[in-house]
């Protein structure tokens, strides 16, 4: 067992039946004890070099019901506190709201578009870049993830490089070049199990994404396990 210390990101109200729940699914993905991931409230809190300093590897996740693509004064905060993150050049893996976020902090486009919405698991293919990348290549060329999102990447930003795609999104996995900094659509700090309860505690998703009910939606999914490997393999490749 390592003892290295995590800083998990959220953006999430503090009735958020997902908050806690999203701790564990971190810690499980990492093979860590929850103890070793402190919660750094995004929504209220400004990010500094002290919450960095204190932490070997950063994680941002996703967000129950806050859009990357709004410009009310807590996102122009969040702004500020991942552009902190972003020249610290901590070791960081984002997924979902993260994977946005980290876009639109360094200079590419989000936009909401629920007619290119996912929800479920969908099949995942590395670009070249990918299949040569020192984390993506440990996985097949294609693979299930596990997906739920209503706003999308049209445009990554400068001095980054595209890893993986969906028929239905471009834009599915990005890393930021000569920093130890990943970003993904997909979540993969899910399992199918925590995947289906979170959409259960989100049934507004279900209805306004997949437009079936959650029983027809559950009997849809199917596990995603080259993708719940994604986590270590990042931290044992940056923190080893």
Known sequence: MNDYRYLLIQIRDADDPIREQEIGCFADALRCPQESITVFDLLSTSLDASHLAEVDMVMIGGSGRYSVTSNAPWMQHALVSLQRLLDSGKPTFASCWGFQSLARTAGGKVIHDLEHAELGTSLVSLTEAGKLDPIFSHLPE???????????????PPGTTLLASTETVAQQAFRFDGRPIYCTQFHPELTLPTLLSRVEAYPEYCERIAQVPYYEFRSQCQAAPQCETLLKLFRDHYLR
């Open 142 to 156: 294609s693979f299930e993830a596990y997906m739920g999102h209503e706003d999308r990447v049209i445009e990554l």
